[in-house]
């Protein structure tokens, strides 16, 4: 939590200390204040002098009403504090998604649960950590609070007395932050069901699953899954909640009880007049209520932290898998990377993402300077996992990549990565305004229209621009107005674009994973006609299942089993009658089979 408390700001974090020490203070002057007009009540009645006691009134008044209109005000520092933390929390989760942690971490299954935890914690699943730190700074006005009510009872009966109110209140108290603590742990436990749970509710009302629920008739289902899988967490969720809180409750409470009756009993004993009495009873509440629920910090400070905590660990696990990297990485510091001249070589390269799966095995590859290479292969044969390896996002488990002869591992990879254009099979759709989705291929770039355009027109998207209300400016996504939807097609050629464009601002090597899989037949035969004109000059590398896609390639490798088993161009591997050969006329065939069945 201490961490946490830079973030706020001095000026900010000044403020809430101050206006939650004088909120501690004030219940103190309106116990005074009443107690003194309570105790002169029966001397002025006899008098006739009721009058006398205004200024007392106005006293106790004031302090009641200062008190509520300081509210707003703490609950509003609190608010700059908590967006404050938030921010920079959130900032630090994106520094560890998006670029410091290596990708074999980000996609384990544990440490995706804890970036869900993250992620969630700091928007979808208040309360957060900033708002932790604000609720902290809110105890200030509790427990000032409860020393000015010790400070009366010591001054009105004793010491002892003001001790044995401290010390139950403190005791009830600390068992009310014990039973947090294990609901918080709790929580944490049923993390995996939660998320199980959160996932029917978000799907049940997406608007992009309204189509198959109806059509498929799955609402029934649907209903009774979600039925069972919330059942099934609520139950483990209330069987602890009993566990937890139900007999601690007793234990405290008859903690309470036992010291509210030693106050009351020291009260009685004391001789005390109707001032001292009220003092006494009123201080002593104060501190047999300090037990009580605090809504303003305590579900605050518990599971705030629980995001924070998520991401402390995700920076410790990074910073461990930068140190092994580290030790294993070429010494010296990374060359940048030239333009290519030669070739990218893969040289006996082996990888899998579990170390009993390899996925690539003794692959052997080259991809000449200035030329087109394809790969083809059947599902699961390493293709994408390849494109993964040449952009670096991971290294390879044997072998070595080379660029121009030098080790891909000695290269800096973020300047290796920015001489790269790729388009990914799972390419992102971003709802941002279309010129955004293309200018994110060169960020510098983002403010030129021309050059946006220009990139359209070549991955075929000119259309789709020119039919949107508002151009480049208009959001992809109806969840903004004036927001439009694009097809997959469509989206394809966006993603194109962007692509496109990176080549335009300086990358030299093209990656285009399955860039033809989501468009119509008459866009695919557009991509193949301008194929020679979109990849002249370039460095290529097109993955594909589609044979039709990579026959005009200058080089094409047939993947299996994760090597190289045939390379050559489309005639010369047709002539050789190997596998390229078997899955192309089997394609070849299905696809007239689907011709003539449909005339």
């Known amino acids: 939590m201490a961490r946490l408390l830079p973030y706020a700001g001095a000026g900010p974090l000044a403020a809430a200390v101050l206006l939650n020490v004088?909120?501690?203070?004030?219940?103190?002057?309106?116990?005074?204040?009443?107690?003194?007009?309570?105790?002169?009540?029966?001397?002025?009645?006899?008098?006739?002098?009721?009058?006398?006691?205004?200024?007392?009134?106005?006293v106790a008044v004031g302090a009641?009403?200062?008190?509520q209109c300081l509210v707003p005000f703490q609950a509003a520092a609190g608010e700059v504090i908590a967006r404050r933390v938030d921010a920079r929390?959130?900032?630090?989760?994106?520094?560890?998604?998006?670029?410091?942690?290596?990708?074999?971490?980000?996609?384990?299954?544990?440490?995706?649960?804890?970036?869900?935890?993250?992620r969630d914690g700091l928007g979808r699943l208040p309360p957060t950590p900033g708002e932790a730190v604000a609720g902290t700074i809110t105890l200030i006005a509790r427990y000032t609070h409860l020393a000015s009510a010790a400070v009366l009872v010591a001054i009105v009966l004793s010491p002892a007395a003001a001790g044995v109110a401290a010390a139950t209140?403190?005791?009830?108290?600390?068992?009310?932050?014990?039973?947090?603590?294990?609901?918080?742990?709790?929580?944490?436990?049923?993390?995996?069901?939660?998320?199980?749970?959160?996932?029917?509710?978000?799907t049940g009302t997406a608007v992009t699953a309204a189509k198959e629920f109806r059509v498929l008739g799955l609402l029934g289902w649907y209903r009774r899954r979600h039925r069972d899988d919330a059942g099934e967490y609520l139950r483990a969720l209330w069987a602890g909640r009993r566990r937890i809180l139900l007999w601690p409750y007793v234990g405290y409470s008859m903690v309470g009880l036992a010291g509210g009756g030693v106050l009351l009993q020291a009260a009685a004993r004391g001789g005390l007049g109707l001032l001292e009495l009220s003092v006494a009873l009123q201080a002593s509440m104060v501190a047999i209520r300090f037990g009580?629920?605090?809504?303003?910090?305590?579900?605050?400070?518990?599971?705030?932290?629980?995001?924070?905590?998520?991401?402390?660990?995700?920076?410790?696990?990074?910073?461990?898998?930068?140190?092994?990297?580290?030790?294993?990485?070429?010494?010296?510091?990374?060359?940048?990377?030239?333009?290519?001249r030669r070739a990218i070589r893969f040289d006996g390269v082996g990888f899998g993402y579990r170390k009993d799966r390899p996925v690539l095995a003794g692959l052997d590859l080259e991809l000449p300077a200035g030329r087109s290479t394809a790969i083809v292969g059947l599902n699961g044969a390493g293709k994408t996992t390849l494109v993964k390896l040449l952009t670096r996002l991971y290294d390879p488990g044997e072998g070595r990549i080379?660029?121009?002869?030098?080790?891909?591992?000695?290269?800096d990879p973020r300047d290796w990565q920015r001489r790269i254009a790729v388009i990914?099979?799972?390419?992102?759709?971003?709802?941002?305004?279309?010129?955004?989705?293309?200018?994110?291929?060169a960020p510098e770039a983002l403010d030129d229209e021309a050059a946006l355009l220009a990139a359209a027109r070549r991955a075929g998207a000119l259309e789709v621009i020119e039919a949107l209300p508002a151009g480049?400016?208009?959001?992809?996504?109806?969840?903004?107005?004036?927001?439009?939807d694009l097809s997959g097609g469509q989206w394809q050629r966006i993603a194109l674009a962007r692509a496109f464009l990176a080549v335009e601002r300086g990358a030299s090597i093209l990656v285009l994973d399955e860039p033809t899989a989501q468009l119509d037949v008459r866009a695919e035969a557009e991509f193949h006609d301008r194929f020679l004109a979109i990849t002249a000059g370039l460095t290529t590398l097109i993955i594909s299942h589609r044979f039709s896609t990579v026959r005009r390639a200058d080089r094409i490798a047939v993947l299996e089993h994760g090597r190289v088993v045939e390379q050559g161009d489309h005639q010369g591997l047709l002539a050789a009658g190997g596998r390229y050969a078997d899955l192309f006329h089997l394609q070849a065939r299905r696809f007239r089979t689907g011709t003539e069945a449909g005339k």
């Not at 030790?327 to 030239?338: H, L, W």
């Open 89 to 118: 929390c959130a900032r630090r989760l994106m520094s560890v998604t998006l670029t410091d942690a290596p990708m074999e971490l980000l996609e384990r299954d544990d440490v995706a649960g804890r970036i869900g935890d993250a």
């Open 22 to 58: 004088i909120l501690g203070l004030l219940p103190a002057g309106f116990i005074v204040a009443t107690s003194v007009l309570l105790g002169r009540v029966p001397a002025l009645a006899a008098t006739g002098g009721l009058a006398a006691a205004g200024a007392t009134l106005a």
């Open 472 to 484: 480049l400016a208009t959001p992809l996504s109806r969840q903004y107005a004036g927001g439009r």
């Open 292 to 340: 009580a629920f605090f809504p303003e910090s305590d579900v605050q400070t518990q599971y705030g932290l629980n995001a924070y905590q998520a991401l402390v660990e995700l920076e410790s696990r990074v910073s461990a898998a930068a140190t092994t990297a580290t030790t294993t990485a070429p010494r010296g510091a990374p060359p940048a990377a030239r333009p290519l």
């Open 402 to 411: 080379t660029v121009d002869g030098e080790d891909l591992r000695r290269l």
């Open 169 to 202: 209140a403190l005791a009830i108290r600390r068992g009310q932050r014990g039973s947090f603590g294990r609901l918080g742990r709790l929580w944490h436990e049923l993390s995996a069901p939660r998320r199980r749970v959160g996932y029917l509710r978000d």
């Open 64 to 67: 009641y009403v200062l008190q």
């Open 424 to 441: 990914f099979q799972d390419y992102i759709r971003y709802e941002l305004p279309a010129g955004v989705n293309i200018g994110l291929g």
